[in-house]
């Protein structure tokens, strides 16, 4: 994987090298490590190859390069999809502006490793029905899950995890499909899996992720005393009109769970 950038790590290249400094310890991989690049007036060095400096860089946008230029990691087919840094080093996306990662109080990784710990992933079958930048996956397969069976309908957010250095690639118990997991639930056995990590969209996005057949086949495929754990996020009932988690605890009490709120979310056992 070539050298990422943001603002903040231009920034300080290029303050180190009006300072006069010849080198500067940064991260270019989104503070999964640190490295030492060399500075120039005009370009910067890293590991034997030349790169210049961008001439606009913008906030809240990671930049990746293509093997000419700088660009931003983002991709625009139906929706405009981007990759965003945080300051906690790993990185959000959002769909049209809609951040999908809680940020505001603690890192994305951070928080998919409480949300994994509830659900016990160690020697378990996991399904992870919206696989987005594989955080629940990754913190399942250091959890010594068994099997993660992880899902993701868009290509475009596949493409940003393949950017994204805190994204787990496949294989070592993470089998990730392209699919959409409303179709390929049905393909899946009954009592197949031991735990669910659902993580949809909101509701007004992907409705039919919150619906009672759903979450029937989420039921079907579960084992007796098995966790869910559901994202729902905490939106504002009087702007949206809705109570989503008391709505998703509803329909997931008729499709044969017990449940309980749990932070941003809820966390269900089949009965």
């Known amino acids: 994987m070539g050298p ?24 270019l991989d989104l503070d999964r490590s640190t490295t030492t690049v ?17 001439q606009t860089c913008k906030d809240r946008t990671v930049y990746h390069w ?5 660009e931003p990691v983002a991709r625009f087919t139906t929706s405009l999809i981007k990759l965003v840094p945080t300051e906690w080093g790993p990185p959000t996306f959002e769909i049209d502006g809609i951040k999908m990662l ?3 109080k603690v890192s994305p990784y951070a928080d998919a490793e409480r949300k994994v710990g509830l ?40 493409w940003l995890r393949s950017l994204n250095p805190w994204s787990p690639k496949a294989g070592a118990g993470l089998a990730l499909t392209q699919g959409d997991i409303t179709e ?8 197949s899996v031991d735990a669910i990590l659902h993580d949809p969209p909101r509701f007004g996005i992907a409705g039919e992720l919150y619906s009672q057949v759903f979450y029937n086949h989420l039921a079907r495929v579960l084992k007796r005393h098995g966790k869910l754990f559901h994202y729902t996020g905490t939106p504002n009932k009087l702007t949206s009109g809705r ?10 009490r008729l499709a044969g769970f017990a449940t309980e709120l749990s932070g941003d979310g809820v966390l269900a056992v089949k009965k």
């Not at 390929?184 to 009592?191: E, K, M, N, S, V």
């Not at 109570?243 to 997931?252: F, I, Q, S």
Request: with cysteine; proline share 5%.
């Open 38 to 54: 060399e500075l120039g007036e005009a370009e910067w060095i890293w590991q034997g190859q030349r790169f210049p400096y961008l």
């Open 184 to 191: 390929q639930i049905a393909t899946l056995l009954d009592t």
């Open 102 to 104: 809680p940020t505001a």
């Open 119 to 158: 659900i016990q992933p160690r020697g378990k079958v996991i399904l992870d029905t919206c696989g987005g930048l594989g955080y629940f996956a990754a913190w399942c397969v250091q959890g010594q899950a068994r099997q993660v069976l992880s899902y993701e309908k868009d290509p475009d957010v596949l």
């Open 4 to 27: 990422l950038l943001t603002l903040k790590v231009h920034d300080a290249m290029r303050a180190a090298a009006r300072a006069g400094e010849s080198t500067l310890e940064c991260s």
């Open 66 to 70: 293509t093997g000419e230029a700088f």
């Open 243 to 252: 109570d989503v988690p008391n709505e998703v605890t509803k329909r997931l």
